[in-house]
């Protein structure tokens, strides 16, 4: 899928994380990043997918 992405957008806007985990730590720090680090900075993370993979988002970040 990344190699598919790539070819639509930048190499800089594709990236690969290799657990849940990973991939949401990379997506919080990317949109701190875009936030010029100051908070609230309108910037977010929207995990999507199968209902499963919603539930190990929520229990990751200890959502009940």
Partial sequence: LAVIAR???DDDRVHVARSLPDALDLAVTLAEQHGGGELPSGAGVLA?????????VRLLLGVR
């Fill in 7 to 9: 070819d639509v957008f």
């Fill in 48 to 56: 999507t997918g199968s209902v499963t993979m919603a539930a190990d």
